[in-house]
């Protein structure tokens, strides 16, 4: 972890993906399904949490999902927090392509896995564009980022897709290059500090030792 980061002015975001499910494991895609943390995602969350807590966050929101629930309240219990859930947290819904494996749904549709991985608007199994759920997403944490001290830091217990599309938005980068941004492995996080330009982009897929991004977005 860079700390010199951490002492930068201006209030921070750190985007937290959700520790490890089982269909993690089975590269199955979750999308809003809600599935529970194995006993390694407990785990996970627990380590990160006390890392996290040494940021000393002023708040914590989450995705209404399981997965992503449990792993906010590990951090809420360390630092006395209260959680606020938002269901425009979730992830990406992807229709057909929920509860199919990785290679599922590159052998069932090839084209379509296709054009999203070269950037284009795609609906995924018939569900959400990206951009839909950046327009559900990024508009919470910003609410939530307003009501920060000077200074402040705000948890934000996500999920990959979702993660990652706020980030592009808050960026203020171009759809067709939020694909540049690497996953994140379970229970990573992102860091995004207020700038005299907008939002940067400080840390990204911190939190561990490199692991395989196992999940919807990888």
């Known amino acids: 972890m860079n ?6 002015t201006g209030r921070r975001i750190v985007l937290w993906r959700h520790g490890q499910t089982s269909w993690n494991l089975e590269r199955r895609f979750q999308g809003t399904t809600d599935i ?30 399981k997965r992503a629930a449990a792993t906010a309240s ?13 269901a425009a947290l979730r992830e990406t819904y992807a229709g057909v392509w929920q509860g199919l494996t990785h290679q599922e749904i590159i ?7 296709t054009a999203w991985k070269r950037g284009e608007p795609v609906r995924r199994g018939g569900g959400e564009l990206e951009t839909e759920v950046a327009d559900r997403a990024a508009p919470v944490v ?37 694909e540049s941004l690497g996953g994140l492995t379970n229970c990573c996080w992102s860091v995004l500090g207020e700038g005299a330009r907008g ?8 939190g561990t030792l490199p692991e395989p991004v196992l999940g919807d977005d990888d």
């Open 3 to 8: 700390e010199d980061a951490y002492k930068r």
């Open 142 to 178: 910003l609410r939530h980022v307003e009501k920060l001290p000077e200074n402040g830091t705000l948890v934000v217990a996500s999920h990959g897709g979702t993660i990652r599309t706020t980030i592009g938005r808050l960026l203020g980068l171009e759809s067709t290059h939020w």
């Open 74 to 86: 590990e951090l809420s219990e360390l630092t006395g927090l209260p959680v606020s859930y938002d």
């Open 199 to 206: 939002w940067r982009l400080l840390e990204h897929n911190a």
């Open 36 to 65: 529970a943390l194995t006993e390694s995602g407990v785990a996970q969350a627990r380590r990160a949490a006390r890392l996290l807590a040494s940021l000393n966050p002023d708040a914590i929101v989450a995705s209404d999902l």
């Open 107 to 113: 052998e069932r549709y090839t084209d379509e896995y």
